[in-house]
């Protein structure tokens, strides 16, 4: 019975996503230039220091030498809830080499407040660097599930994505690969 509640809350995640993305103006084309993709501001909730002020654009966390791995989540999602302890795992083991930023897009998606998305944050004492979107880029990221994870090579190029929950193993495993990807020459 509780397998049974749990798989019905996802799948009503999973509807509302898929609703929102349908009802986004734009979307996103395979025209959409990634620097303009990247143009999106960030209100941190915690993690300034590491993003370098309290409102950024995301153009200048990605592509600045470092992998980075961009966690869209909502605080009212349980998918996002049960992977996010994994994600702190990896960002204790690997702060030194990549930036590992949760993207709160749950307002857009109704699936939680910026409170909520504080609530969930302190709630697994989760520390990675994590902020909330000022505007809906559900279709501009082409977020089609809870919780969507793209992976950014030092250079900015995006070289891998994932919809769903990712295993602390899984996540390990694509941040292997992202350290040992070549980055691109201008």
Same mark, same amino acid.
């Given at each position: 019975?509780?397998?049974?509640?749990?798989?019905?809350?996802? +799948?009503?995640?999973?509807?509302? +996503?898929?609703?929102?993305?349908?009802?986004?103006?734009?979307?996103?084309?395979?025209?959409?230039?990634?620097?303009?993709?990247?143009?999106?501001?960030? +209100?941190?909730?915690?993690?300034?220091?590491?993003?370098?002020?309290?409102? !950024?654009?995301?153009?200048?966390? !990605?592509?600045?030498?470092?992998?980075?791995?961009?966690?869209?989540?909502?605080?009212?999602?349980?998918?996002?809830?049960?992977?996010?302890?994994?994600?702190?795992?990896?960002?204790?083991?690997?702060?030194?080499?990549?930036?590992?930023?949760?993207?709160?897009?749950?307002?857009?998606?109704?699936?939680?407040?910026?409170?909520?998305?504080?609530?969930?944050?302190?709630?697994?004492?989760?520390?990675?660097?994590?902020?909330?979107?000022?505007?809906? !880029?559900?279709?501009?990221?082409?977020?089609?599930?809870?919780?969507?994870?793209?992976?950014?090579?030092?250079?900015?190029?995006?070289?891998?994505?994932?919809?769903?929950?990712?295993?602390?193993?899984?996540?390990?495993?694509?941040?292997?690969?992202?350290?040992?990807?070549?980055?691109?020459?201008?």
């Amino acid at each position: 019975m509780i397998r049974l509640g749990a798989a019905a809350v996802v +799948v009503v995640a999973l509807v509302i +996503v898929a609703g929102a993305v349908l009802s986004t103006q734009g979307g996103t084309s395979d025209s959409t230039k990634q620097g303009d993709r990247l143009g999106v501001t960030l +209100v941190a909730y915690q993690g300034n220091d590491l993003l370098g002020g309290q409102r !950024v654009d995301l153009g200048t966390v !990605v592509g600045q030498g470092k992998p980075v791995i961009l966690n869209f989540f909502a605080g009212l999602c349980p998918p996002c809830r049960l992977e996010m302890p994994g994600f702190e795992r990896a960002w204790e083991r690997h702060r030194d080499e990549i930036v590992l930023l949760g993207a709160d897009i749950g307002p857009f998606l109704s699936l939680g407040s910026h409170d909520d998305a504080k609530r969930l944050l302190t709630d697994l004492g989760i520390t990675y660097p994590a902020a909330y979107v000022e505007e809906n !880029v559900v279709g501009r990221f082409n977020v089609v599930g809870m919780p969507t994870t793209i992976f950014y090579a030092g250079d900015g190029r995006e070289v891998g994505r994932s919809t769903g929950v990712l295993t602390e193993e899984q996540l390990e495993n694509a941040i292997s690969q992202l350290l040992a990807a070549p980055v691109a020459s201008p």
